[in-house]
């Protein structure tokens, strides 16, 4: 069975830094991009990126280039999504997606998706 | 980026109506449109993916329909567990992208 098991809430203060993780499990890992998405309290889905673990080549939003960083580790078939400098606004809960594969790698519609993290930061 | 506008934002339904939820984008994305099912303090659950493809063990009452820039998904006789909200997603040229969504609440 795939699955996608994400890491606890966490509780930061702004400027702290945070990595939350996405462990799956069930299929070759390298072969499926992984996706993140964010949703803040009481709103929509929003798209960060996504990030192939088979060559590390990563798409990001323009929302979030800069802002987030993508990384997988493919010895544990984990995929992670970390900030450097918190603030407030960062507060969400965040996911992580398997999409299908169309072709070749090319990646469709997210299939699979991870419980959630959910991050507050507040001083 | 590709804008995705949902219509209605909201809609009221009982259970056994038909109700159909409409996604429109800015520009053409061919049939790389994906619907999804979000119920409160749950992630999102995919159910229709190439515009109108059915997930396997989606149940038959939901279909998804279009191409191009209009896209609809009906979901037939409603049940309890329908009520939720449903997203459209892009995935055909990045940055991917969300609608707004459509919350379907009881009448």
């Known amino acids: 069975e795939v699955q996608l098991v994400q890491s606890g809430e966490e509780v930061k203060k702004p400027g702290e830094s945070l990595r939350i993780s996405c462990q799956t499990s069930g299929y070759t890992f390298a072969a499926y991009w992984i996706g993140w998405v964010r949703q803040m309290p009481g709103k929509g889905l929003e798209w960060m990126g996504i990030i192939y673990p088979g060559d590390s080549h990563t798409r990001y939003s323009p929302s979030f280039e800069g802002q987030v960083t993508f990384s997988t580790d493919n010895s544990i078939s984990a995929a992670y999504v970390q900030w450097s400098s918190l603030k407030a606004s960062d507060t969400a809960m965040y996911y992580c997606?398997?999409?299908?594969?169309?072709?070749?790698?090319?990646?469709?519609?997210?299939?699979?998706w991870g419980q959630g993290t959910m991050v507050t930061v507040s001083s | 980026d590709i804008q995705m506008t949902q219509s209605p934002s909201t809609l009221s339904a009982s259970v056994g109506d038909r109700v159909t939820i409409t996604c429109r984008s800015s520009?053409?994305?061919?049939?790389?449109l994906a619907w999804y099912q979000q119920r409160p303090g749950k992630a999102p659950k995919n159910l229709i993916y190439?515009?109108?493809s059915l997930k396997s063990g989606v149940p038959s009452r939901f279909s998804g329909s279009g191409s191009g820039t209009e896209f609809s998904l009906t979901i037939n006789s409603l049940q309890p567990d329908d009520f939720a909200t449903y997203y459209c997603q892009q995935y055909n040229d990045y940055p991917w992208t969300f609608g707004q969504g459509t919350k379907v609440e009881t009448k």
């Open positions: 190439k515009a109108s």
């Open positions: 997606a398997r999409p299908i594969i169309i072709e070749g790698t090319t990646p469709g519609a997210y299939d699979i």
């Open positions: 520009q053409s994305v061919n049939d790389r």
